[in-house]
């Protein structure tokens, strides 16, 4: 089982500013790795896919980075609507599908 | 855009079955993995299983020995049925999607695109 390590638990960061966020996986993974946003009482938006290509209608201040095992999340310039759980997930090899455990991005 | 809308008992008692439908708004089941994820209250997200759209299925070895996933396009509904429920069952259902990406002649679930809204199920006594 390939295992997906977010890191930080929780970043705090101010409107306007930039986050970024890290997911390192146990093996490689190439670039079949996804990102994803989660508000409280939805369900997850898919951001990016290959690691790198932004989803149908996802703004161009979220970006992805990386390969192998180690990725990076981006987002910019913090909007209002960007304080969520992010998860980052891996199609590289399963069963199982696995996901990280996930960012809150939090108002410092 | 298709929809998906997941359905089924919000309660349900230890030991028992749980069945869940997730009904797909366009039908449109050709060339996607037809996916169950769950997440536990206040917890990450846990992939449960899938099916490809020629009816091929694969599981979470952690769950394998209980569930069942299956297809009926007639009906535009994907199913899913995880017996032997116990307390750490509890959590939020989700239907998803995810498209097939092809490298090397390998297909992969290219990251899921649609979800549902979830469905909470709750199991006691």
């Known amino acids: 089982e390939i295992v997906m390590t977010q890191s930080p638990a929780t970043l705090s960061v101010s409107p306007g500013e930039r986050a970024t966020l890290s997911c390192r996986a146990s093996q490689s993974v190439g670039a079949n790795l996804a990102w994803y946003q989660q508000k409280p009482g939805q369900a997850p938006r898919l951001l990016i896919f290959g690691a790198s290509t932004r989803a149908t209608g996802i703004p161009a201040r979220f970006s992805g980075s990386g390969s192998g095992t180690d990725f990076t999340l981006t987002i910019s310039s913090l909007q209002s609507e960007d304080f969520a759980v992010y998860y980052c997930?891996?199609?590289?090899?399963?069963?199982?599908?696995?996901f990280g455990g996930g960012t809150k991005v939090e108002i410092k | 855009q298709v929809q998906l809308r997941e359905s089924g008992p919000g309660l349900v008692k230890p030991s028992e079955t749980l069945s869940l439908t997730c009904t797909v708004s366009?039908?449109?089941?050709?060339?996607?993995?037809w996916t169950w994820i769950r997440q536990p209250p206040g917890k990450g997200l846990e992939w449960i299983g899938y099916i490809y759209y020629l009816g091929d299925t694969n599981y979470n070895p952690s769950l394998k020995s209980r569930i069942t996933i299956s297809l009926d396009t007639s009906k535009n509904q994907v199913s899913l049925k995880l017996s032997s429920l116990t307390a750490a069952d509890t959590a939020v259902y989700y239907c998803?999607?995810?498209?097939?990406?092809?490298?090397?002649?390998?297909?992969?679930?290219?990251?899921?695109?649609?979800w549902g809204q979830g469905t909470m199920v709750t199991v006691s006594s």
């Open positions: 997930q891996q199609y590289y090899n399963w069963p199982p599908l696995t």
């Open positions: 366009d039908g449109s089941f050709s060339s996607y993995y």
């Open positions: 998803a999607r995810a498209a097939t990406y092809f490298h090397n002649g390998n297909g992969y679930p290219r990251g899921f695109d649609i």
